[in-house]
């Protein structure tokens, strides 16, 4: 019976000699990308909930909606960013990679 292999990156591997694999790095990158998509989705939408009640809070005259909105802005940015972090495309084997991992994903999601 074959081994199963549990290795996100299965799909990318094109060699195994000697029990050593070889990657694909560019189909590598590609399925890194796709799960940092994945949790960005998430946490999207979290931060799209706090964007829309400090903007709320704005409608209602509160300086501190404008202030919260910027915040939040600065942090959807960074999610929206994360796909393209340059150290993804500077990986040149897959523990480089799985050591990518931008520290928005990682944040919890402050309410206010």
Do not use: C, H
């Amino acid at each position: 019976m074959a081994e199963i292999d549990n290795d996100e990156f299965a799909t990318a591997i094109i060699n195994i000699q000697d029990g050593v694999k070889t990657y694909d790095m560019s189909l590598a990158r590609e399925i890194w990308r796709n799960k940092i998509r994945r949790v960005r989705y998430a946490k999207m939408q979290e931060w799209d909930a706090e964007y829309q009640k400090a903007d709320e809070k704005n409608i209602l005259g509160g300086i501190l909606g404008n202030s919260r909105k910027s915040e939040v802005a600065g942090k959807r940015q960074k999610l929206r960013d994360a796909p393209q972090d340059s150290r993804i495309d500077q990986a040149t084997t897959v523990d480089q990679l799985k050591a990518v991992w931008p520290t928005i994903l990682s944040e919890e999601v402050v309410k206010k």
